[in-house]
């Protein structure tokens, strides 16, 4: 973890002013952030070890982003070592218990805005290539029938959708609601993918299992009644998902032993343990 200096140092090399105030926030897995001046979120990387992220990569995605207005503005990125700048998001807050209606549609306007904004970074997801590494570096697996089916359910129409820009990772840490608008943060893992991934993972990565409430986001993303046929491919995605989340936090339980990824991986197991069983 950054000292008090070192983080004063960064931002007056960037900003080429004074950090008077410093509060630490509560920052994803793999970043250390730091409200300044109650003005500046200062992004720090974590020295942990990710084959998958690329600074130049998210880089490209935050100046590709930008015209839709659907994220934080940011001042100044590193493209060597991940490092942020970005204004802080004032009179925002974060899903508490179940999501109001408002706040489904909002979601699903910003999702929308971004797949439809058609945009192609020329890099992907890499969906099955991080399904496999992270499950090479795990001890426990799941049933592997359970597991060859789901993958080869997800497969079977994966290329279908034209891929384009995804945020491949919704959950509520990374969606900050104001007054009728939602702000979309954390690029990190943002690629080329197949649009129902986000989805699925939005349901997924927030335990929204009401049938109800998905297909209401569904509609509210389609602007109009989901099919049947998309309804159940986000299903077979959530239910991919689980697994593949699974194996992630797993993995980086084995290497540092912290509480929170065994939870995170429990959690996961719960869900697909259920999956498994309703089949």
């Known amino acids: 973890m950054p000292t008090v200096n070192e983080i004063k140092n960064i ?7 004074e950090a008077k105030k410093i509060e630490p926030l509560k920052a994803g897995f793999s970043n250390y952030s730091y409200l300044i001046n109650q003005h500046y979120v200062l992004r720090l990387k974590k020295a942990t070890e990710d084959r998958f992220y690329d600074a130049q990569k998210e880089d490209r995605v935050i100046r590709a982003i930008a015209p839709l207005k659907i994220s934080e503005s940011v001042a100044f990125f590193n493209e060597k070592d991940g490092t942020k700048l970005s204004l802080y998001l ?12 408002e706040q489904l549609s909002l979601v699903a306007k910003a999702l929308r805005k971004l797949h439809r904004a058609k945009i192609r970074m020329g890099f992907s997801f890499d969906l099955f290539e991080r399904f496999k590494y992270y499950r090479s570096q795990c001890a426990d697996f799941v049933d592997t029938h359970y597991e060859r089916k789901t ?13 384009v820009l995804c945020h491949n990772d919704v959950v509520n840490g990374n969606l900050l609601f104001r007054k ?7 690029f990190e893992y943002a690629a080329d993918n197949n649009p129902l991934f986000d989805l699925a993972s939005f349901l997924s990565e927030n335990d929204i299992e009401d049938e109800r409430v998905r297909r209401s986001f569904l509609k509210s993303y ?9 309804y159940r491919r986000v299903q077979r995605f959530i239910a991919f998902q689980d697994i593949l989340w699974y194996y992630w936090s797993q993995m980086h339980y084995i290497r540092t032993k912290q509480q929170v990824y065994k939870r995170i991986a429990h959690h996961k197991w719960e869900a697909i343990i259920k999956n498994a069983s309703s089949k």
């Not at 899903?95 to 209606?101: F, L, S, V």
């Not at 993958?151 to 891929?163: D, T």
Request: aromatic share 12%; glycine share 4%; net charge positive.
């Open 11 to 17: 931002y007056h090399v960037i900003a080429g002013a």
């Open 151 to 163: 993958i080869a359910s997800v497969e079977r129409f994966y290329n279908e959708e034209p891929f």
């Open 180 to 186: 009728r608008k939602l702000f979309l943060i954390d």
């Open 222 to 230: 389609f602007n109009k009644r989901c099919d049947e046929k998309t």
């Open 90 to 101: 004032h009179r925002t807050q974060k899903m508490i218990g179940d999501p109001a209606p």
